[in-house]
């Protein structure tokens, strides 16, 4: 369903991605690992349309994807960015709405709203306190409620679980589960591999701007490289 | 309450709605560009000079000169974005670039103003009866009435504008985060021509309207320093707060001239504005928002 | 080949077949009407002088530049014509404010100055001395307030005065202290005095002060474009008292900008424009340029006689000689005659014209010096 | 040429130069906006006047008595203002400004809005020349000095800065009185350049032209807030006889290298020859570690 | 012995009380642990103690001086100082610069000695220049001092904040997520790091982390923040174990 080609993308002097194709299929998660700088956010800003690439095509259902995001939006791709990008100023419950923004069934809207806030009860208690002070985590939160407002067909995952208190990793995962359950596509940027190879179906690793090693997510997990680069001599 | 005190309440009034009009166009622009667009003079002044050349070159009817002005000043608002600022949107520029870059603009167009046009004054024909309203002795200028009048349309359908449209809604997200905006499906490039072109808009009526009641000339540009001041009183960005801002600073400084002494009326302006960002830092209606750790 | 290297396009006259006098002045700003007009009529006379065979067998020509009516810029201006443009007398600036600092760069260039409208005593006197390059042909701020004052008083019988001046300009400044000086110790009350700071359209609050305190004339020290909006909002808020001002009033602006409002105003006045002597310049530069001639014209029109005058006397177009014959001026200008005073520099015992505005003429009403 | 008006020229943009540098390292190096610095010209200016023609004072003395009137205007302008952030500082200096202008315009002592000729012709090429360059070594020394990257500092980042012990509001404070200063002394000159003072000299024209140099120059650099009072304050003067048009072709250029060049003539360069050293390396470093730092870079 | 008291530490932003009357020590010479569910208040705690945010009640003692409602800086002069979780560097200065500026307290001279370049000066400077190269070579950054912060990969940048933080010479370092947005790998060997700085600097470290690994690893003492209250305090062993912390917060761990 979405298809990148020999994507390059240059910040400056920088090289950041060299040559990245992959896959997405429909219904599928698929995730991409790497460690920091390996340019995970690079890739996902790309296909959102927010980066220039020189070189490469990155396809949406055969289509060639506009470089320009409200557009990609409007396709039915929707990034939750790393780093939360709440509207700082604004209350937890605009913050909310304003995903739904390109939407205009009003009661689908209701309905999903409900939804969020069954998902994130902690939303709901905060529905009015303004979305910048809230903590990390909450505003982690707000950010995928946020994303799944807008009803996507797939949606970009960079490190959801990034701060998150160890029970709530447990949770946001569940909820990407849950959300490929209605009926959606995922990629998801993990930092947290083992937790997110363990629920993907297929995985990429990316490093130094280039896709290493590609394949089933159980593959990779079981990949000896993999396990001593990304999954590190993990206490337990 | 003495004859006197409500005909300097009349005045600081018809003042501030001046000041108003002049100082919403800084304050939406501000309020999603994060910046004091200084360029908003010269537009001001550029709208004046074409609603006079619209009425008297063009013979245009009053309303379809205003309109018209109105117009012009919109699509230059958009040139100058596009022009003077989107090269430094691009680049993520600092504000102080943005500051410079409009300060660059000014220049140019009150000079380009004085170079082809001329420095001399030019006065609207007489549209509005110059003979005021008597009210006991207290006198109310029939422009100053109209003036009031429109600004509170031009206001309240703006207030409409943000608070109830979809491009309302997407204007005031853009204002907090362009990324997060762009990933809510807001097309931002849009926002922010359509914010230049509302700021355009207000900045040709509140040019004609000038032009109208005082006359047209090069230097239009600094009186607009004062609506500057005035967002700023009210707190920057927020679009009731320059309403609220300007009138107060209308009355202030009627007031102080009227009870204090004219020679010093600015200074107390100044002072009194000083005072209150120091207690308010962010102005009367600006939102103070903690900056999170 | 090689005499082509060398175009020979230009036939200009040879550079001592050429007078330069410079000019500075206002050409952007509040004052840029007075200051094209003065360039446009200096250039005028210039051709008239060239066409009838020049000075001393030579041709006159202005070099002309903006001072912005900014006094650093002024300076600039005065160094650059008399160090880069060379030139033998300059004439001009209006303002006072740009008249006083370039003093050094005469002296240090010893060219002289023929200053027009610039009505503040130390443009050529500064602690009793006398500045040896600065001379100039209009009457100064003291004479001026006190024709004011003394006409408002004595024949237009008015004891209870309000001012509404330019806190900012020297010119309004000057004007406004000579003139409360006189009128008080004539015996007549200043009954408010406000101020307003360039750049503001609005006066209505000062107005209504004024309005409260009663006065039988309100004295406009200032400029004409303020002149006009306080008309317009004086009547406005029913002030019907005359109004009465300097010579910063008189301009054709001031009717297309406040025609109703300033009938029967009071102006002290440099000049009569309905005096015969001054209708054929009226008429010249009228044919020229399609415009009025502005009060600037007729005083920069005897600045250049003046300096014609001296040229021809000094039977030289060196500028210390010129200086020297500067001194000795007794000519006839359009504005009066020019009497120029060794120990002042300015002209002494010229007379003011009092006008008065009826319909779109000013109308005049009397030559009154005062005492 | 001649060497008269060019000296003349020179002059200007020295005296310029010296508001300039010490608004550059308000602006450029401390990250603050000011709008008055014209005012802080005028103070210079006023009270060094006055100690030349009220007390006799030789000129040295007197130009440094107007940078400390400025300096300690300056203290308590800026303990009220210097915690407001962004363009409400810059109103503030607007404000204060625009104040010192209309009390001036009042104070008859000075000759209000009529101006104070008769100031002594002290200023020339030669004092002007040595003022600059001892007052370019200053800043020089003191933006190497841990002073100087802690005004550095702030600018980046106030938390940050107040959360490794910099005590924000003292730099803040110290940035702007040392700034007043050199605008202090570059009013003195002023004055006794022109041998005439008058308010509007200093208007927000001044303060606003002051700003444009020191960010057409470059923010954070000594060279180029040298090089761009030299070249604005010549520009005008160069395209003097465009008459109207200079002013219109002045606006254009501004824009034109903000959008070209946003980081100004020299941004954060200047001109020593240690930093042209590390210029060099630091292109040398481009093109031989980039490529190994991407790829062999390990993480951690 | 205790190098921090928090005592009755309490912190209200309008209604809501995002600390409440909160009990704590950090023993000196010790790695000390804060855990707790997003929004218990652990990062509000730290923008107490270092003075970023105003003490609504309670008091906090640091080697037995109050310093409540003191300025961040005059903290951070007294030896504690700390990173932050939205990381904070001097962004567009190098990686030397930043640390450089850090340093600026191991130095005493005044503007005028700086201005004059006096010998006083240019001893202090090259110490102090002295001092940011060993603390970078330490840290291992010095192949990359001249990078402009920004461009550092973000496990970098967290270890850049550590090394400017160090660069006080800390009694007490405060560490806000430092493992945030790193993988196990990458985290294992900041555990090492943090282990191998503590000694050699002679630090109390007081560390908010969800990384379990991180802190059940490396932690003398860990205190849990539930609701902005105390909810345990122990040994990494106590805490794992108490099924109240493993309700609220670590959940059953697959
Ligand atoms: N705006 C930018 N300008 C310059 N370089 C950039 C920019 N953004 C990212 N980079 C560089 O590009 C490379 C890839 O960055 P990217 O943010 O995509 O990495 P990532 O895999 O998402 O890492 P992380 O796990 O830290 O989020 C890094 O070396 C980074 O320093
Ligand atoms: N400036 C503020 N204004 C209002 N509420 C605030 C402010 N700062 C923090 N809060 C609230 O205080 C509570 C504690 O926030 P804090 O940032 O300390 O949480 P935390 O424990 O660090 O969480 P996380 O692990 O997610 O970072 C949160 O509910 C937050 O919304
Ligand atoms: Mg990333
Ligand atoms: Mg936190």
């Given at each position: 369903m979405l298809k990148v080609q020999d994507l390059n993308v240059f910040y400056g002097g920088i090289h950041a991605l060299k040559g990245v194709s992959l896959d997405i299929n429909k219904g599928e998660i698929v995730t991409i690992i790497g460690s920091n700088g390996a340019g995970k956010s690079t890739l996902l800003n790309a296909i959102s349309g927010f980066l220039k690439y020189k070189q490469g095509v990155i396809e949406y259902k055969g289509e060639k994807l506009p470089i320009s995001p409200n557009k990609v939006v409007k396709m039915g791709i929707c990034q939750v960015p790393e780093g939360r990008l709440v509207f700082a100023n604004l209350t937890v419950e605009d913050n909310i709405m304003l995903g739904a923004y390109l939407r205009k069934d009003k009661n689908k809207i209701k309905e999903d709203l409900e939804k969020v806030y069954e998902l994130f009860p902690r939303l709901k208690e905060r529905e009015k306190q303004i979305a910048g002070t809230l903590s990390g985590g909450e505003q982690q939160m707000l950010a995928m409620g946020r994303g799944l407002m807008s009803d996507p067909e797939i949606m970009l995952l960079d490190e959801p679980s990034l701060g998150l208190a160890p029970l709530l990793v447990q949770t946001v995962f569940d909820i990407i589960i849950d959300i490929r359950k209605m009926d959606k596509t995922i990629l998801l940027v993990e930092q947290n591999a083992y937790k997110a190879l363990s629920i993907a179906d297929r995985a990429y690793v990316l490093e130094q701007g280039r896709i290493k090693m590609e394949g089933s997510a159980k593959y990779i997990a079981d990949n000896p490289a993999v396990r001593e680069a990304y999954l590190g001599a993990k206490v337990q | 309450m003495s004859q006197f005190f409500l005909q300097q309440l009349i005045n600081g009034l018809s003042i501030g709605s001046v000041y108003a009009l002049m100082a919403v166009g800084y304050s939406l622009v501000y309020s999603i560009m994060n910046f004091s667009n200084f360029a908003h003079g010269g537009v001001i002044m550029l709208g004046a000079y074409f609603g006079y050349y619209y009425l008297t070159k063009l013979g245009l009817p009053f309303f379809a000169a205003f309109i018209a002005a109105a117009l012009t000043t919109c699509v230059l608002a958009v040139v100058i974005e596009r022009g003077a600022y989107k090269p430094l949107r691009e680049r993520r520029a600092p504000f102080l670039y943005f500051i410079i870059s409009a300060m660059?603009?000014?220049?140019?167009?009150?000079n380009i103003v004085i170079a082809t046009i001329g420095p001399t004054f030019k006065s609207y024909p007489e549209i509005l009866s110059r003979t005021p309203i008597q009210l006991g002795s207290v006198t109310l200028g029939r422009l100053d009435l109209a003036m009031f009048i429109i600004s509170a349309i031009c206001l309240a359908l703006l207030v409409f504008f943000i608070d109830f449209t979809k491009m309302g809604k997407a204007i005031q997200a853009t204002s907090y985060s362009v990324k997060a905006s762009a990933l809510m499906g807001i097309n931002t490039d849009l926002v922010i021509i359509v914010v230049f072109a509302l700021g355009g808009f207000f900045a040709g009526i509140a040019g004609v309207l000038f032009g109208m009641k005082y006359t047209v000339y090069p230097q239009i540009g600094i009186i607009t320093n004062k609506s500057f001041i005035a967002a700023v009183f009210g707190g920057l960005g927020s679009l009731p707060g320059a309403v609220v801002g300007s009138i107060l600073l209308g009355i202030i400084e009627t007031m102080t001239s009227g009870y204090l002494s004219s020679n010093y009326r600015d200074l107390i302006a100044f002072v009194l504005l000083i005072a209150i960002l120091v207690f308010r830092p962010r102005g009367l209606m600006g939102k103070v928002t903690e900056d999170k750790a | 080949?090689?005499?082509?290297?060398?175009?020979?396009?230009?036939?200009?006259?040879?550079?001592?077949?050429?007078?330069?006098?410079?000019?500075?002045?206002?050409?952007?700003?509040?004052?840029?009407?007075?200051?094209?007009?003065?360039?446009?009529?200096?250039?005028?006379?210039?051709?008239?002088?060239?066409?009838?065979?020049?000075?001393?067998?030579?041709?006159?020509?202005?070099?002309?530049?903006?001072?912005?009516g900014d006094p650093q810029e002024a300076v600039n201006v005065a160094k650059r014509l008399t160090g880069q443009d060379k030139v033998v007398a300059i004439l001009g600036p209006n303002a006072s404010g740009n008249a006083i600092p370039i003093a050094p760069v005469l002296e240090q260039a010893k060219v002289p100055d023929i200053a027009t409208v610039a009505t503040n005593p130390k443009v050529t006197v500064l602690d009793g001395k006398v500045k040896p390059y600065n001379f100039r042909v209009c009457f100064i701020d003291p004479y001026q307030g006190a024709v004011a004052a003394g006409y408002a008083y004595d024949v237009l019988g008015f004891k209870k005065a309000a001012i509404l001046y330019d806190v900012a300009d020297d010119y309004s400044q000057g004007l406004t202290q000579f003139f409360e000086e006189f009128f008080v110790s004539k015996g007549g009350t200043v009954v408010a005095k406000e101020a307003f700071k360039f750049g503001d359209v609005d006066f209505r609050p000062q107005l209504s002060k004024i309005k409260e305190a009663n006065p039988e004339v309100l004295f406009l020290p200032i400029f004409f474009k303020e002149a006009a909006l306080i008309a317009n909002q004086a009547r406005e808020l029913g002030i019907t008292i005359p109004l009465m001002g300097g010579d910063g009033l008189p301009s054709e602006q001031l009717f297309t900008m406040a025609k109703d409002a300033v009938q029967g105003t009071y102006i002290v006045n440099h000049v009569d424009y309905d005096d015969p002597e001054v209708q054929d310049l009226k008429s010249r530069y009228r044919t020229k340029y399609n415009k009025e001639l502005e009060l600037n014209g007729y005083l920069v029109h005897d600045a250049v006689v003046v300096l014609v005058d001296a040229i021809e006397r000094a039977g030289s177009a060196d500028s210390v000689k010129i200086t020297e014959a500067l001194e000795t001026t007794k000519v006839k200008g359009v504005t009066g005659q020019i009497n120029i005073s060794k120990e002042t520099h300015n002209p002494e015992g010229k007379d003011a014209a009092i006008v008065k505005i009826e319909g779109d003429k000013y109308v005049f009403q009397q030559k009154y010096s005062a005492k | 040429m001649d060497l008269y008006y060019i000296q003349g020229i020179l002059l200007l943009a020295g005296i310029n130069l010296m508001a300039v540098l010490g608004l550059s390292l308000l602006t450029g190096f401390t990250g603050l906006f000011s709008f008055g610095h014209a005012g802080f010209m005028a103070i210079g200016g006023y009270a060094s006047a006055m100690m030349t023609v009220k007390y006799g004072w030789p000129f040295i003395p007197a130009l440094l008595m107007g940078a400390l009137a400025a300096a300690l205007v300056s203290a308590i302008i800026g303990k009220l203002t210097l915690n407001l952030k962004g363009d409400y500082f810059c109103i503030a200096t607007l404000g204060f400004g625009e104040a010192i202008r209309l009390v001036l315009d009042n104070v008859q002592y000075f000759g209000g809005a009529r101006g104070w000729p008769g100031i002594p012709n002290y200023t020339n090429l030669t004092n002007v020349v040595i003022i600059n360059v001892v007052a370019v070594i200053i800043l020089a020394n003191l933006i190497r000095s841990r002073h100087g990257r802690n005004m550095i500092a702030v600018r980046e980042e106030e938390l940050a800065s107040q959360i490794v012990g910099i005590n924000v509001f003292k730099y803040k404070l110290i940035s702007l009185m040392i700034s007043a200063a050199y605008a202090g002394i570059a009013g003195g000159l002023m004055a006794h350049y022109m041998t005439f003072l008058q308010p509007k000299m200093f208007s927000l024209v001044k303060s606003t032209e002051l700003t444009i140099i020191v960010i057409f120059g470059g923010l954070g650099s000594i060279s180029g807030s040298v090089l761009g009072a030299l070249v604005l304050t010549s520009l005008p003067e160069i395209l003097r006889s465009f008459s109207n048009w200079r002013l219109v072709i002045y606006g254009l250029s501004v824009i034109i290298i903000m959008i070209s060049r946003p980081e100004g003539l020299m941004g954060g360069y200047e001109f020593t020859p240690s930093s042209m050293k590390r210029l060099l390396t630091r292109l040398k470093n481009k093109r031989e570690d980039l490529p190994s730092q991407m790829e062999g870079g390990k993480p951690l | 012995m205790n190098i921090l008291e928090l005592q009755n530490l309490t912190k209200t932003f309008g209604g809501l009380t995002a600390v409440g009357n909160v009990d704590f020590e950090v023993p000196k010479g010790k790695i000390s642990g804060l855990i707790g569910p997003n929004g218990a208040g652990k990062t509000t705690i730290f923008n107490l103690i270092t003075g970023v945010y105003k003490v609504s009640e309670g008091k906090i003692m640091f080697k037995d001086r109050d310093i409540t409602g003191k300025e961040p800086h005059f903290i951070a002069g007294q030896g504690i100082t700390r990173t932050f979780q939205n990381i904070r560097l001097f962004k567009k200065l190098t990686v030397y610069e930043n640390v450089l500026i850090a340093c600026h307290s191991n130095g005493s001279y005044n503007i005028l000695e700086s201005v004059l370049r006096l010998p006083r000066c240019r001893k202090q400077e090259r110490e102090l220049k002295q001092k940011a190269d060993n603390l970078l070579e330490i840290m291992g950054l010095q192949d990359r001092k001249d990078l402009i912060a920004n461009n550092l990969p973000y496990g970098l940048q967290r270890r850049l904040e550590i090394a400017r933080a160090l660069a006080l010479n800390p009694e007490l370092l405060l560490l806000d997520e430092p493992a945030a947005g790193m993988n196990p790998d990458e985290t294992a060997q900041l555990m090492s790091l943090i282990s191998e700085m503590r000694p050699k600097f002679d630090l109390s470290v007081l560390i908010i982390d969800h990384h379990m690994d991180l802190v059940m690893g490396i932690c003398e003492k860990i205190m849990v923040l539930n609701f902005g209250c105390k909810l345990a305090e122990g040994t990494p062993q106590d805490i794992q174990n108490n099924p109240k912390v493993v309700e609220a917060y670590l959940g059953v761990e697959g």
């Open positions: - | 660059g603009a000014s220049i140019f167009l009150e | 080949f090689t005499g082509c290297s060398k175009p020979q396009t230009e036939t200009a006259a040879p550079a001592e077949e050429i007078i330069k006098v410079g000019w500075m002045g206002s050409l952007t700003g509040d004052q840029a009407v007075w200051g094209q007009c003065e360039l446009d009529t200096v250039k005028m006379l210039f051709e008239e002088i060239n066409a009838k065979g020049g000075l001393l067998g030579k041709k006159l020509e202005v070099i002309g530049y903006d001072t912005k | - | -």
